[in-house]
Structures are given as C-alpha cells and as structure tokens.
C-alpha cells in the first residue's frame, strides 16, 4: 500500500470517528436540553402563578388590584395547562374564583380555591420529579454514548501513533544516514527499504545515483588533479609572495617567492603548524605573530610596510591577510576554511617615496635661508632710519612681507613632515609646565588674532602636573590648532583654551565657534595634504597631519568633536 493511501485512509477514518462523536454529542445535549427546557417552561411557570394566586387569595379582595393580579395569573394558567388532568384543575379554579368574585362574603369558598390552587400545584411538581428522572436518565445515556465513542476514538489514534510515524520515519532516518555516507564521499554505501511502494522505488533510485557518483568519481579523478597543477603553477607564476594555510593553520602551498624569501622548502613545511615551522624561521614568526599571541594586530603595525633583504637587496612588502570562507553545497552559512597571506612588493613605491621626501627635505632646508634673508631686508626697509616710504610702497612690503611668513611657515612644516615621512622624529623631551606650552603658543599667534578683534579665553584646572614633552613640538602644535581656530572664526568672535587633568594624562583643548567641519569630511582630517573642498587654500594640508605625528611620537592622542557651530581640537599627553 502507499504511502498516501495509508495516511489517507488514517486520517478519514479518524475524521469520521470525531464527527460521529460530536453528532452524538450534540444529539444528546440537545434532548437534554428540550427536557430541561420542558421543565422550566410549563410547570415551573404553572407553580410561579399559582404561588401569586395564593398571594393574591390572601389579600383584601376588595381591592381591585388583587382581583387583577388574580386574574392575571389566572389567564397566564390557563394557557400554560401542560399535563394530564391539569385542565379540569384549572377549570374548576376558573368556575370557583368567578362564584367568589360575585359573591365575596362566602367564605366557604375560600378554603376550596386553595385547594384547587394546591391540586395544580403538585400536579406540576410530580411531573417535575417525572421529567428530571427522565432528563438524569437522558444524561446517563449521553454519557455512556460518549465515552463509548471517545475510547475507541483513542484507542484507534493512538494505534496510528505508534505505528504510523515509526511506519515513515525509520526509512526517512535510514534515507538521512546514507545521504550523510554520500556527503563524505562513500559511494559505495547501498539503501534497503521495505515497505510502501514509494519506498521501494526511493530506494531503487537512490542506489542507481550512487552507482553513477561512484562512476563519475572515477572518471574525473584524472581532470581534478590536472585542474590542481594547474592551480600551482598559477601560483607559483605570481610575482609576490603568497602562502596559504587550512583552517587548523597548517600550510597548503607556498609559491617560489615566499619560498625564496623565507629560504624554506615545500617539502619540509608543507601539511606542517605554522606555529611548528615559526620556531625556526623568524620571517614567518613575525608573518603569523597575531596568532601565536592571539591578538591582532594594531592599525599602524599592520599598515607599515615590511623591510626584508630578497634578491640581493632589501626590499619592501605590504602583508594582506586574506580569509577564506565558503558555503558549502546545500548549506546556508558560509564556514572558513582557511586563510592566505599575500606580500605585495612594494619597493619600487618606496624608493619613489624616499625620493620624494629627501627632495622635500631639501628644497625646504635650501629655501628657509632666502626667506629668511628676504624677512630681514624687508625688516631693514621698514625702518625709518633707512628712509621713509610712501603709502604705496608700504603696502607692497606688507604684501611681500605676509609672503614671506606664509613661505617660511611652509618651508617649516615640509622640514617637519621630512622628519615625520622618514620616521626620524627627534623629541627632546623635559619636564614642562601646561601653562607654559598655552602661553608660548598665545605669543606666537597674538597679533593674527589681534588683526581679526579675537578674545582667547584660558581655563586652567588648578594643580595641574609638570609633564614631560617635547616642549618646541608640543608648542608647534597648539600653535598650530590657534591659527586654524582664528583662520576659521568670524571677526569680533571668541576662542576658549581648557587644560585640564585627567588620571593618566593632561588634557588640552581649543574650542572655536566657527563654521564647523562637514560631516562628509571630518574622517579626513588628519590625513596628509587634505584640505576642505571650498575652503581657504593658506598652506600645505599636512599641519594636522604633523600635528598627529607629533603627539603620537609622545606616546599621546589627538582627536576632535565638531558641530553646526563649533569644533573643538583636543590632544592629551601623558603625566610624568
């Protein structure tokens, strides 16, 4: 039999048991509930009139209100006769209460009215006792029809439950662990299935498909390793280093240049830890470091270039580490196999770039002097010892003279970036008062903020500590955030300097309320020869670049908060 005829058949027959049990159900409560109803309508309702003609007979039958409350119930009585012999009953209470009503001052009548009353009333109740004997009765029944039918409705169920789901669920179970064999590449596994048709037939067609796996495995063997070294020449063809690792950090395959470079042998290190063949080769210990501490590495450690001596010089590589994660067939999350790591030669990039910087270094160290020489004829013209000038004239000096100072300003922070590109940053550190690096700095920018009516406030927390800086670099650098806080404030408008002590560091900061930085270009700030789209093009772009350098070298941080209205350049410096 099939499957979908068993289940079927399984459920109809189920689906007809639950309907008969409710058609039963239903059926009974409803008698049930004719009975009850029987009861409440006709002699409930005939012993409630009769109590209030009782009522009634005992009041003052003069009153016209008792005679129609009488009477009311009375007629109510009348067409609410239900039993056997209730009818002469209330006719005779009919006949006898219309002699007393024309002839109230017999009282013999009285007394008779009552017994009518009194007739009705048991008749009623004994049909009372009769009809819920009769609805006990009708209940019994329900229930033994019911309970009857819900136990076989259990019993045939629960022979479904036991039965049908092992009768589906065994092949399915077997289905899952030979399709599980196939996944690992057991082709030779077979399933055996009794039972339905359909079964039957699965088991037919799963044993055809890992017949024909197994032959296919067969004829592609020879292409797969074709496709492999095919695979490791392209490798080995990549002109940068490159080796691979599995998910264990074990290594698959090393090209001819990380071989050359690292001075290993494939055959010595392949299918080995890396942390294994780390121990005696220290290129690889420092390739790998992160995992052997478990930590990653920092953004600046991970982004400078790796000198190495290959090819009979010392070259420059950029590592790139590379994970490799994939889906496997059928599956929805993607799991990492593995990872590469790549070694860009970069060498070619850095010889360009020493290039470029000692050419800086040296135009700038070459033009400082000319300036210089050019600041002070122009100090020398402006004496009036020499002679007077006329308006004009004084104007042009003033002009060459702004020049000047803008050159030499620029002249100065190229020397300075040559120190920063080189990485030969020369501190000169000493114990060092904050107010004084604050003052030193107001000095140096008083009369540019004098020229644009700019009120510099200073808050200083009180007892701040001596720290040990370089005071000319840490100097160059709040001049450096002041002139930029004036450059971008309004006229007439207000500066604010906050040194403050935090537990590990003082923390200096200028606050202006200018323009504000853009959004879009405040993650730019801080990179080299950035300037703000629209912006006023005064000088190179990498004061703040230097600026970063500078603090850093000192073992401290700088960063900013800007808003619609206000940007505040903050840097803080170790205590000690």
Known sequence: MRIKTKLSLSVGLLFILIVLLAVIGIRHINKLSEDTKNILVANYNTLDYSRKMMIALDGDLSKPEIITLFETNLIKQQHNVTEIGEQELTDKLTKDFHDLKIN???????????????????????????????????????????????????????TLL???????????????????????????????????????????????????????????????????????????????????????????????????????????????????????NDLLRFLIKDWITKEPDNQSSASKPLKIYADNKESYFEKQNIEIAMRPTGEIEKRYIGQVIILKNITPFKELDFAKTNFIATVS???????????????????????????????????????????????????????????????????????????????????????????????????????????NKTAWVMINLLTNAIKHSTLGSSIKI???????????????????????????????????????????????SICKEFIEAQHGSIGFESKDQSTAFFFELPIG
């Open 365 to 471: 160290h070459e033009l400082k002097t000319p300036i210089s020489s050019i600041k002070m004829s122009l100090h020398l013209l402006e004496d009036n010892r020499i002679g007077n000038m006329n308006e004009e004239q004084l104007k042009l000096v003033k002009s060459i003279s702004d020049d000047s100072e803008r050159l030499l300003k620029i002249t100065g922070e190229l020397l300075n970036f040559s120190q920063v590109e080189t990485g030969k940053i020369q501190l000169s550190s000493q114990p060092i008062h904050p107010e004084w690096i604050v003052q030193y700095a107001l000095d140096a920018v008083k009369n540019t903020a004098d020229q644009k009516q700019i009120t510099i406030n200073t808050l200083y927390e009180p007892s701040l500590p001596v720290i040990s800086v370089d005071p």
């Open 104 to 158: 109230q001052s017999n009282s013999s009548l009285f007394p008779t009215i009552r017994k009518d009353l009194t007739d009705i009333m048991l008749l009623n109740m004994d049909a009372i006792l009769r009809k819920d004997a009769v609805a006990e009765k009708t209940a019994d029944n329900a229930n033994i029809w019911i309970a009857a039918t819900g136990t076989l409705c259990f019993l045939i169920a629960f």
């Open 162 to 280: 036991i039965n049908l789901p092992s009768n589906i669920a065994k092949p399915i179970k077997d289905l899952t662990e030979n399709i599980k064999e196939i996944t690992e590449n057991n082709y030779s596994i077979r399933l055996h299935l009794e039972g339905s048709t359909e079964f039957r037939e699965l088991s037919e067609a799963f044993n055809k498909m890992a017949s024909k796996l197994e032959e296919y495995e067969g004829s592609i063997l020879s292409k797969l390793l074709f496709e492999k070294k095919r695979i490791d020449t392209l490798i080995n063809s990549m002109p940068d280093p490159v080796i691979g690792f599995d998910e264990e950090k074990k290594i698959l395959f090393a090209n001819k240049q990380a071989l050359k470079i690292t001075g290993l042998n494939l055959e010595d290190i392949k299918g080995k830890s890396a942390a294994e063949v780390a121990l005696h």
């Open 498 to 544: 906050e040194v403050l002590k935090k537990p590990d560091f003082v923390e200096f900061t200028v606050l202006d309320y200018g323009e504000g930085i853009p959004k879009q270009y405040q993650s730019r700030i801080f990179e080299k020869y950035f300037q703000i789209p629209g912006s006023e093009k005064t000088g190179t772009g990498i004061g703040l």
